[in-house]
């Protein structure tokens, strides 16, 4: 293999062990086969280049040893944004690297602390400036975060992204688990964390509205399941459809679902048909549960039957779909989108009253209202 290619999937093992290591407990296989992996193979290429490799960080692009990878290569410009607002420009790895202070290193940039949290120094990893500015006594977090995210989500829409796309794209069962594990660490962090929905909301990057917003729409789903003494089986149902369920624009044109300003009729009506679509591409697949394709449906009619796709049953939306459908809404209102600037909590929570028992189920939505006010 070229050293190229061996540069480049230290790259990818380490985006995806910092991913695993803030979704998934540290004993997972998810984050301990790509950590080895890394851990292995810096050790491997440290020792070839004379006993130490290092990484460059510059704007969008990354540096290793003298082989540069932009933005556009899977995962780099990611990196890339976590490490300049942690301030490292340059990261050096010694061939004596350790399993231990690999894995510290990984979970420092995660923003996840190991469970010992003993402070330890750096042996065979040096990161700083590349003016020579001294390295902190750990990866700082990224300055300026006023809202920090909730350690056991951070990753998650990462992972998810992957998730939507192999799911719309290939159809692919295993990437159904890994949305089940999100689905847990939702319910998970609701159980452990005092937090305000708000707060989940600022939580995601701003590059991929529909990652962002299926997460959102999934923790505030969840929420509201909680308090319905329903088992955990069913809540955890819940939350995947909710997840999933919009998955049909993955299957619309992105620069219809990217166009700034306002949808022509025809645009409209294109994507329109995502739950249709959506839901009629998850029948194909073996979920363990209808819910997903109920709620991928229905999750744009609203509770007076009005709003689309037009159904020929007159039953009442499902109710994990009403409350889909509202935190839909008041995630969509919440953040910015291309055609308009987000909605400040008040205005967006008075349009939701003013769809009571039209638009929105009554008692769902007072439940709502009373868990983000």
Not at 216 to 223: E, T
Request: with cysteine.
């Amino acid at each position: 293999m070229k050293a190229q290619e061996i540069f480049l999937a230290i790259l990818t093992d380490l985006v995806r062990s910092i991913q695993a290591a803030a979704l998934y407990p540290e004993t997972h296989q998810r984050v301990q086969e790509p950590l080895a992996r890394l851990h292995r193979t810096v050790r491997n290429e440290a020792k070839r280049l004379g006993g130490s490799l290092s990484l460059g960080f510059f704007g969008d692009r990354i540096v290793v040893d003298q082989f540069p990878f932009h933005a556009s290569t899977l995962g780099v410009g990611r990196l890339a944004r976590r490490m300049a607002s942690r301030g490292i420009e340059k990261v050096a790895i010694g061939e004596a690297v350790t399993f231990p202070e690999m894995k510290r290193f990984v979970y420092s940039l995660a923003g996840v602390e190991e469970n010992d949290g003993s402070p330890r120094p750096w042996k065979q990893i040096s990161f700083g400036r590349i003016g020579g500015e001294a390295p902190a006594a750990s990866p700082a977090s990224g300055a300026g975060e006023t809202l920090p995210a909730p350690q056991v989500l951070a990753g998650a829409a990462d992972v998810l992204k992957d998730v939507l796309h192999s799911i719309a794209v290939k159809g692919s069962l295993g990437n159904v688990e890994e949305g089940r594990e999100i689905v847990a660490a939702v319910m998970k962090g609701l159980r452990e964390e005092e937090f305000l929905i708000d707060r989940m909301i600022r939580l995601q990057e701003r590059d991929d509205y529909t990652v962002a917003h299926s997460l959102n729409v999934c923790v505030m789903v969840v929420a509201q399941a909680a308090v319905l003494d329903l088992p955990e089986a069913a809540i955890r149902d819940i939350g995947l459809a909710a997840l999933l369920h919009d998955i049909g624009k993955e299957l619309v044109p992105a620069e219809i679902l990217n166009k700034p300003g306002k949808l022509d009729s025809g645009e409209f009506a294109k994507i329109s048909l995502h739950p249709v679509l959506g839901a009629a591409h998850l029948r194909k697949i073996s979920l363990g549960t209808d819910l997903p394709v109920i709620v991928c449906f229905e999750h744009h009619i609203r509770y007076d039957r009005s709003g689309y796709p037009t159904s020929r049953f007159r039953d009442v939306p499902h109710p994990a779909s009403l409350m889909t459908q509202i935190a839909d809404v008041y995630d969509a209102l919440r953040t910015n989108r291309p055609h308009r600037a987000s909605l400040d909590r008040e205005t967006a929570l008075g349009m939701l009253r003013e769809g009571r028992g039209t638009e929105f189920e009554p008692v769902f939505l007072d439940r709502f209202l009373r868990m983000v006010s």
